[in-house]
């Protein structure tokens, strides 16, 4: 049974536009969330975190929305550029964890010039 | 850059034959963790270490065992590879538990490995 799910397995959007993928969650004891970064041949890089206290957190261009009563997390990328084209992955956690770090299945952004 | 080195990077293997892939950190990290990525499954989480000689089972922990003797090490043993094992695996470190807090997970490059 899939506790972080992304139901949109790619995104294609144009360039200078707005991004925004979506993660859906089950277990209502994670409080920790996590967007990854992947290129092609490279391991994931960590991109922004939000914990449960708070419903919204942003990096220069990167904004990650929690909404916990539905159990939704959104990544906003704005603007979009050619180089944010990469496979995105939702994470989370709960403190109880010892560190069980779970992941969506991924989202594939192309951002066209 | 965060200091974790996979080796190897790539291999290939026949079926029923043991393989050990290892991590090395650098960064004195307390959590390690073993991961695998295949089309359509994301990255799933095989076993993960909260310390030496400390593991615990992820998801898909069957055909695998590990094992951290150092802090700086963390194998992951394939008893008897199978074709289902096929996949790209990664290792990945942490200061805290899940990445929590300021203390994000770090991956590495990754091992690609066949079994034939």
């Known amino acids: 049974d899939q506790q972080v799910k992304q139901n949109s397995p790619s995104l294609s959007v144009q360039e200078g536009r707005i991004s925004i993928l979506n993660c859906d969650y089950t277990?209502?004891?994670?409080?920790?969330f996590l967007w990854y970064k992947k290129y092609p041949a490279e391991g994931p890089t960590f991109l922004i975190s939000?914990?449960?206290?708070?419903d919204k957190n942003e990096d220069g261009r990167f904004t990650v929305f929690l909404n916990k009563s539905a159990k939704h997390l959104s990544l906003h990328i704005v603007p979009s550029q050619p180089g944010d084209s990469a496979v995105y992955f939702c994470a989370a956690s709960y403190g109880g964890s010892q560190g069980n770090l779970i992941f969506g299945k991924g989202t594939k952004l192309s951002v066209k010039p | 850059d965060a200091g974790i080195t996979q080796s190897p990077r790539h291999k290939v293997t026949e079926t029923g034959t043991p393989v050990t892939l290892r991590c090395h950190q650098t960064e004195n990290h307390r959590y390690m963790y073993w991961y695998r990525q295949d089309p359509g499954h994301g990255l799933r989480l095989i076993h993960y270490s909260y310390g030496v000689k400390d593991t615990d089972k992820g998801e898909v922990s069957d055909g695998y065992s590990v094992s951290r003797s150092k802090t700086e090490d963390f194998l992951l043993t394939l008893e008897s590879a199978t074709s289902s094992q096929t996949s790209v695996y990664f290792c990945a470190i942490s200061a805290g538990a899940g990445g929590r807090g300021n203390t994000e997970a770090f991956f590495g490059q990754g091992t690609r490995l066949t079994v034939v």
């Open positions: 277990n209502s004891m994670f409080d920790y």
């Open positions: 939000i914990s449960s206290i708070k």
